[in-house]
């Protein structure tokens, strides 16, 4: 088997038809930010092109191969760690063929794995709102209001540091793709739809300031976000870090159903 060096673009397709396998039909922003500056390899035997694979930072992104060589996954799996000298591996659960195959190896290998955090989706197409807590409303904030939704998204420190630099949330807000929590008429939190590259998914990043906190905001405010997403015909996602409790609760108590598992992998 040969690993050939080649550009993100030149494995699109294979990507798209990964994804298409999933359950949840979509990467994560984060992964697609991971997977930008990855490197990529065609998967060849012989004049036969059998798959693809992403590797970064010594750790195995995305890998796949082709139906005819599915009977081989597991094979093929290690002679790509064993190749590229990896140490790491990140698969999500509703992958089933690298799920099973990085499974196998690391049970095979003695290696660590770990849950990295679930993956909830709207899979009943039916969204329970939640209750609106007093004096509260949610609209979607302009672009002359766009600074003060970046002083309220940068407090929140699980949301990425790129999607709130002013350039990308005045550009959110001329989207429509920016929300407001307003109390008694005053900013308080804010909410950033975030699209994702296929099948209309996209994923909410929420920050409430402190102040106004542990009084159901959040959950209002993703709440009637979603709906508007919704009414846009967008799919929803939500992920969360494996001992981050409030997405989840958020996920659950709107009807979310948890779709998958991201596993994190390391040789010990």
């Not at 009977?71 to 099973?100: F, I, P, Y």
């Not at 994702?196 to 542990?214: C, E, G, K, S």
Request: aromatic fraction near 6%; charged fraction near 25%.
């Amino acid at each position: 088997m040969d690993l050939d060096p080649v550009s993100l673009a030149d494995v699109v397709a294979l990507r798209r038809a990964k994804v298409d396998e999933l359950r949840v039909r979509t990467f994560s922003w984060g992964h697609e930010k991971r997977a930008a500056s990855a490197r990529a390899y065609r998967l060849r035997e012989g004049h036969a092109e059998i798959g693809y694979v992403l590797a970064s930072d010594g750790a195995l992104l995305e890998f796949a191969v082709t139906p005819a060589w599915r009977g081989r996954a597991n094979d093929t799996l290690t002679a790509t760690l064993h190749a590229l000298e990896l140490k790491e591996m990140r698969a999500r659960t509703d992958d089933g063929l690298t799920c099973e195959a990085a499974l196998a190896f690391a049970s095979r290998e003695r290696w660590d794995v770990r849950p990295a955090g679930p993956i909830y989706a709207l899979e009943t197409g039916v969204l329970r709102r939640p209750p609106r807590p007093s004096l509260s409303e949610v609209r979607p904030i302009g672009a002359a209001d766009a600074g003060h939704a970046v002083s309220i998204l940068e407090q929140d420190s699980s949301i990425e540091p790129e999607l709130y630099e002013s350039e990308a949330v005045t550009l959110a807000a001329r989207e429509e793709r920016l929300f407001g929590a307003y109390r008694g008429g005053n900013l308080v939190g804010a909410a950033l739809a975030v699209p994702l590259p296929t099948h209309r998914y996209t994923a909410i990043r929420p920050a409430v300031l402190p102040a106004h906190r542990r009084a159901g905001l959040a959950t209002y405010l993703v709440g009637e976000v979603s709906q508007a997403l919704l009414l846009a015909n967008r799919r929803l996602i939500a992920e969360a870090d494996v001992l981050d409790r409030g997405p989840r609760r958020i996920a659950e108590h709107l009807g979310l159903t948890l779709a998958a598992q991201r596993l994190r992998i390391r040789a010990l």
